[in-house]
């Protein structure tokens, strides 16, 4: 009977959708992830599943196996000594008869959930991979055209992934990668909470994405819902809650491993917070530690998605900020206008919102003419943008040229009321 039983090892893998390839590093990968020093070759696995009876896995190899399918290993088709059968020892003959038809029944169950009857949607690692580069597109979608398309595509995303861990067929590695996926789109649904005014809305988000995080305990996925979270907390005026966000942050990377792209992120946050609150010795201290950061930052071997947007530009904005908070809007202009030169045309949204900052300093500082040029520069491109919070920025800046008595922000002011 060896290698004959109804839910052999090749049956499982086309049932879940890997290729010989594709299952040989997702076996690597769980081993890893159970932390067992097992591996298996394209070569050993097709002897697995070609020869009768097939090779004995070692005991490591076992385990990996049986918690990728959950299946005991001779529902696989290999013959195994009774101690290693992953049940209870018998205490009878009576309890032998009792252990083969639990081992029989749990295996039937274990390959009935994953091959069913009649055809039934199956998430593969093929599968993963289309989600993972629509979720991975979001971000360039924010970034260019802004919130509210992100925000929609990541409901359509969203929607799929609930429905996949609801009624579809995976491996449980498979399993645990779709919750990764709904943690990071919880993340991104509290940015665009942040980005829309909506910041009730947006703490909801975090406080879910924080939750589902710790499930599949990955602690970069905590500290990139983290430094959102520090935004959030910002403009809700919760300071403290702010600050123990960037506290947990740090220990998390720490505890990671995390790279300096990841500690520079962090040391931004803790500016925003430092600058909001007033301590400007602490903003420029939390700036210091950036600056060190972004410094060997090219020597960053593995940056998560969420922290590659980071670059120079954003410690000169973090900057110009701690100046406009300090009173001296003159000295913020020169950081804006070099994060306006470093920030790339790629960030559409975030070159908007650096312009109308910049155009906030300069009127503050008297220079109303380039103030409302670079207004101006922001409406030509107005229509290939839906950011609620690029808006709301336009709209205050209208609000302060509105009082000056300026022809030049009248006409500024003239055509804000006419674009937007």
Sequence with gaps: MAGQVTGGLARLRHAVGYTQESFVEVFRQEAVRLGI??????????????????????????????????????????DIPAHRVTVAAPISDAGEVKRRTFVADAGALAVAALIPAGPGPRIGTADLGRLRERLDGLYQTDHTAGSVPAGAEAGRIEQEITRALGSALYTPRVGRELQTMLAELHGHHAWYGYDGGRIAEGRAACMEALAAAQLVDDPLLQVSVLETLVLLAVKADRSWEAASAVEKAYQLASRAGAGPTV????????????????????????????????????????????????????????????????GQPKRAAPFLRAALRGIGGGLARNSASYRVKLADVLLAAGEVDEACAEVSGVLDTWGGIASPRLLGKVRDFKRAAGVVDSSTARECVVRIHETV
Excluded at 277 to 298: I, K, P, Q
Aim: proline residues 8%.
């Design 263 to 326: 500690h520079l992120v962090i040391a931004l946050r803790d500016a925003n917070v430092a600058t909001h609150a007033g301590d400007l010795s602490g903003a420029r201290r939390a700036l210091t530690r950036a600056v060190g950061h972004m410094g060997r930052a090219d020597s960053d071997a593995d940056v998560p998605n969420w922290a590659r947007f980071v670059g120079p530009f954003e410690v000169d904005y973090a900057t110009a900020d701690m100046y406009v908070r300090a």
């Design 37 to 78: 020093a097992a591996a298996v070759s394209v070569r050993q696995l097709r002897r697995w599943e070609r020869e009768t009876p097939p090779p004995l896995p070692h005991p490591g190899q076992q385990a990996v196996l049986e918690a990728l399918f959950g299946v005991p290993l001779p529902e696989m088709g290999f």
